[in-house]
Nanobody
Framework: QVQLVESGGRLVQAGSSLTLSCTAS????????LAWFRQAPGKDREFVAG???????VYAESVKGRFTISRDYAKNMVSLLMPSLKPEDTAVYYC?????????????????WGQGTQVTVSS
């Protein structure tokens, strides 16, 4: 059925780069709005970045100018390029999707979620 699977998270030192990927299966996601959220220990899940079908991108202020989101229509995949990582970027990163293609930044507005991938940035 419909499934989202994240990959790419690992332990890295501050200043390093990571690229996270999320592959969707079960149906075509070309008309979906795709997003990345993250949740740090003791914190609420927060919006990081999203990309529309067109595609146009939107970012949280905390990562704007640093992270880059992209999508591959043929592979049903969305990626997040994360250069210059900081300890405060440490979190479980989740991908999510909306089938109406509309931009939303609240976790409760999403039905489809991956299981998450752990990113840990050491000082």
């Amino acid at each position: 059925q419909v499934q989202l699977v994240e990959s790419g998270g690992r332990l890295v030192q501050a200043g390093s780069s990571l690229t996270l990927s999320c592959t969707a299966s079960g149906r075509a996601f070309g008309n979906y709005f795709l997003a990345w959220f993250r949740q740090a220990p003791g914190k609420d899940r927060e919006f990081v970045a999203g990309i529309t079908p067109k595609p146009n991108s939107v970012y949280a202020e905390s990562v704007k100018g640093r992270f880059t989101i992209s999508r591959d229509y043929a592979k049903n995949m969305v990626s997040l390029l994360m250069p210059s990582l900081k300890p405060e970027d440490t979190a479980v990163y989740y991908c999510a999707a909306r089938d109406d293609g509309v931009i939303r930044t609240t976790p409760g507005d999403y039905f489809y979620w991956g299981q998450g991938t752990q990113v840990t940035v050491s000082s």
